[in-house]
């Protein structure tokens, strides 16, 4: 039987974002399914517009998804569901540069124009490559070290490699998720309203990579 040692080694960093990502939800809910996909449509356009007006491409509101579903209510004399409308909804996202002016403008101007529309922010890394590859080196050496070092204090020689485990993936660094309560408060809808000082904080990262050698 082969003898043999296998070692996972885990490479982490701490990365500092460069992008801010806006998550929309917009919903809309009437009798008719088209009167119901028009004011959902029509919420949209607001939003494109506004983002349009502060200088962004509307085409950087991506759709991450849509749909339009029945809704029913239970009767509970007829002991069946009763139909009640169409309800819709959109999911968009937007990325911009951690640029706190615009995002502020923009964000104050979604607050006084669009009172139902929720969303999210959260950070990120424009481009994850570079900080991949370092996390692989580091995972690699890592593994290294704990295989000569566990050879070592166990008296056995490390051989050839015999396999190395890494399931690549494409690395998206992403924050967590942060609800905006800008509806919270009226004076947030005001012109002299004070804008949101936004820090993000670093991104956590990681990549494992499990080698396993021959030993002697």
């Given at each position: 039987?082969?003898?043999?040692?296998?070692?996972?080694?885990?490479?982490?960093?701490?990365?500092?974002?460069?992008?801010?990502?806006?998550?929309?939800?917009?919903?809309?809910?009437?009798?008719?399914y088209?009167?119901?996909?028009?004011?959902?449509?029509?919420?949209?356009?607001?939003?494109?517009?506004?983002?349009?007006?502060?200088?962004?491409?509307?085409?950087?509101l991506?759709?991450?998804?849509?749909?339009?579903?029945?809704?029913?209510?239970?009767?509970?004399?007829t002991?069946?569901p009763?139909?009640?409308?169409?309800?819709?909804?959109?999911?968009m996202?937007?990325?911009?540069?951690?640029?706190?002016?615009?995002?502020?403008?923009?964000?104050?101007?979604?607050?006084?124009?669009?009172?139902?529309l929720?969303?999210?922010?959260?950070?990120?890394?424009?481009d994850?490559?570079?900080?991949?590859?370092?996390?692989?080196?580091?995972?690699?050496?890592?593994?290294?070290?704990?295989?000569?070092?566990?050879?070592?204090?166990?008296?056995?020689?490390?051989?050839?490699?015999?396999d190395?485990?890494?399931?690549?993936?494409?690395l998206?660094?992403?924050?967590?998720?942060?609800?905006?309560?800008?509806?919270?408060?009226q004076?947030?809808?005001?012109?002299?309203?004070?804008?949101?000082?936004i820090?993000?904080?670093?991104?956590?990262?990681?990549?494992?990579v499990t080698?396993?050698?021959?030993?002697?």
């Amino acid at each position: 039987m082969k003898r043999k040692l296998q070692i996972t080694g885990r490479g982490k960093l701490s990365v500092t974002p460069d992008l801010m990502i806006l998550s929309f939800s917009a919903s809309a809910q009437e009798w008719e399914y088209d009167k119901t996909v028009d004011a959902l449509n029509a919420k949209v356009e607001e939003l494109r517009n506004i983002i349009e007006a502060q200088g962004i491409a509307r085409s950087n509101l991506k759709t991450k998804d849509f749909g339009v579903r029945k809704e029913t209510q239970w009767n509970r004399k007829t002991e069946k569901p009763d139909f009640i409308g169409y309800s819709a909804s959109h999911r968009m996202e937007l990325e911009l540069p951690l640029d706190k002016a615009l995002i502020n403008k923009l964000l104050g101007q979604i607050a006084r124009h669009m009172d139902d529309l929720d969303f999210s922010i959260s950070f990120g890394v424009k481009d994850a490559s570079d900080h991949q590859q370092q996390l692989i080196l580091q995972a690699i050496t890592k593994a290294k070290e704990n295989a000569a070092l566990i050879a070592e204090a166990t008296g056995v020689e490390l051989r050839e490699i015999l396999d190395i485990d890494y399931s690549y993936r494409e690395l998206t660094i992403r924050s967590q998720q942060h609800d905006y309560a800008v509806y919270d408060s009226q004076v947030l809808m005001e012109a002299s309203a004070p804008a949101p000082d936004i820090e993000p904080d670093d991104i956590d990262v990681a990549e494992t990579v499990t080698i396993t050698w021959r030993i002697g």
